[in-house]
């Protein structure tokens, strides 16, 4: 995107804001399973087209947000999407250099290693069943971002040019 830098931060927050509504959105206990990782793929997305300005940083305070929206032991999500962008940083040079099909498939390669992370901290903080249906948020993460990525930059380019 050619906009601004602070147009451009500002627009970037946004979106993870947005990410974050949309994450802690209730659902019915039955659909909590379908509901994609929409603050982890925010934060790829990010991370991915603005290295220099997303990063680790924001991972953790916004796993701190949602550890206190959500009431879980503070700092839970904040590992965990702290994790997420430290994995982004570790395969970005190569993301770039994929196809959007690609891409799509670590998209769920990385979101699934925070899903088990997840899961395995949740294992530790008390009794829970853990069964495979977990995968599917990662799943879904990965089938939405060649729409997310197009979209975004669509509107980056409509943006740049106002």
Do not use: K
């Not at 929409?38 to 991915?48: E, K, Q, T, V």
């Not at 940083?89 to 992370?117: E, T």
């Amino acid at each position: 995107m050619a906009t601004s830098p602070p147009a451009n931060l500002l627009w970037i927050w946004l979106t993870l804001l947005l990410a974050l509504c949309l994450q802690v959105m209730p659902l019915a206990d039955g659909w909590q399973v379908w509901r994609p990782d929409w603050l982890g793929l925010m934060l790829i997305y990010w991370y991915m087209h603005e290295p220099q300005r997303v990063g680790v940083f924001h991972g953790f305070v916004l796993g701190l947000l949602m550890d206190l929206i959500e009431g879980t032991p503070l700092g839970h999500n904040a590992l965990l999407l702290s994790l997420l962008a430290f994995l982004c940083a570790l395969v970005y040079p190569r993301f770039r250099a994929y196809s959007l099909i690609q891409q799509a498939l670590l998209i769920f390669v990385l979101l699934g290693m925070v899903q088990v992370a997840e899961q395995w901290l949740r294992a530790l903080f008390g009794p829970f069943a853990m069964h495979l249906s977990f995968l599917l948020s990662s799943l879904i993460g990965a089938l939405l971002w060649p729409w997310l990525t197009t979209l975004f930059e669509a509107l980056g380019r409509r943006l740049a040019r106002h």
